[in-house]
């Protein structure tokens, strides 16, 4: 009896040595696609839904929580909540379960109003069955993730790997949870070593409420308002007359529109319209503080604006591939209305 104890004592030791030598040597493999330093610039950030490739529908959001709770206990960079990611990608029409595609990072990072974001895919994430018979069955996470600069489009850099129970571990009773987060720490040390000692950021918003989500000043070189020029006056001893032949020259101020608020709605049946075309004026610095679908379709885009903002519905017209009609009215909420309409398809 003894001996068989010490049998099986000896083939769980050799299984367990086995796993930990196997398990820790997960294929890993990161790169920084440019330099490093050009994170030192970037410290507002959020991480999209991650791509779902498994068939636990839970894996992308799950492994999102993990990246987003590791990156803000790392400390140096503002970090957006995910619930806030998730709401504002709602509401703007493109989130999908599915995550997003990496094309459409950098437009989703721009509309989040960050500088970087942080996406990826879920390749596995499932209990393997083990061909050892005193091993249960090990849970498998595989990922990758790309941080893609929310201004130029540029992936900064890469990680992916698949990963497994390391250490002496029952492969059984670990909880796949757990290799998420070994995973996710283990991908983003090679990211915090590569990018160097980073301050602390200090807490801030980088992005905006509801009302001003795409807030961004139009950069324009307003004319000084004229200054009063000074009055001749009459001379000592001058008649009655001569001093009413002095000309006042009359002031009048100059009045400086704001910069506008546009809106743009879309009514053209493409569901991307709307977010591309937002995208278009958020880098020619317009001032997009809204972006949604009408509820009808419309055959052709049309402006609405304002008085006083012609001038800047007119640069918005110039903006787009083809000419829109440019309407005056006060019947919507904001300075400007972009009706996007199916000739902007």
Do not use: H
């Not at 299984?15 to 610039?41: D, H, W």
């Not at 540029?154 to 790997?161: E, L």
């Not at 809106?263 to 001032?287: E, H, Q, R």
């Amino acid at each position: 009896m003894r001996s068989g104890r010490s049998g099986q004592f000896w083939i769980r030791l050799i299984a367990a040595i086995f796993l930990f030598f196997t398990g820790c040597e997960a294929p890993v493999s990161t790169n920084f696609l440019i330099p490093p330093a050009s994170v030192n610039n970037i410290s507002c950030i959020a991480v999209l839904p991650l791509k779902n490739d498994t068939q636990n529908p839970n894996a992308g959001s799950i492994i999102s929580d993990v990246l987003s709770i590791d990156l803000m206990k790392y400390g140096g960079f503002n970090v957006m909540d995910r619930m806030e990611v998730e709401r504002v990608l709602k509401e703007r029409d493109i989130f999908t379960p599915d995550g997003i595609s990496p094309n459409d990072a950098q437009g989703a990072g721009i509309i989040l109003g960050v500088q970087a974001v942080f996406t990826g895919e879920v390749k596995e994430y499932f209990y393997k069955p083990s061909s050892l018979a005193t091993q249960g069955a090990v849970p498998t996470v595989s990922l990758s993730l790309s941080l893609i600069d929310a201004a130029t489009g540029q992936v900064i850099w890469t990680g992916n790997g698949t990963f497994t129970p390391s250490g002496l571990i029952a492969a059984g009773t670990t909880p796949i949870t757990d290799v998420v987060q070994e995973g996710v720490s283990e991908l983003l040390d090679t990211f915090y070593d590569g990018i160097g000692p980073r301050p602390a950021t200090p807490s801030r918003v980088c992005w905006y409420d509801p009302n001003t989500l795409f807030a961004r000043l139009i950069v324009t070189n307003q004319p000084a308002p004229q200054q009063p020029q000074a009055q001749p006056q009459p001379s000592p001893g001058a008649s009655q007359q001569q001093v009413a032949s002095v000309q006042q020259p009359e002031y009048k101020p100059q009045v400086q529109v704001p910069p506008a608020k546009v809106s743009v709605l879309n009514a053209s049946g493409n569901p991307k319209a709307s977010m591309l075309i937002g995208v278009t004026l958020i880098k020619n610095k317009i001032n997009v503080v809204n972006v949604s679908v009408e509820k009808s379709a419309k055959p052709k885009t049309t402006i609405y604006y304002r008085p006083d903002y012609y001038d800047q519905a007119l640069r918005i017209a110039k903006l787009l591939k083809k000419k829109p009609q440019l309407v005056q009215s006060g019947a919507y909420k904001w300075d400007i209305t972009l009706i996007v309409g199916r000739d902007l398809r």
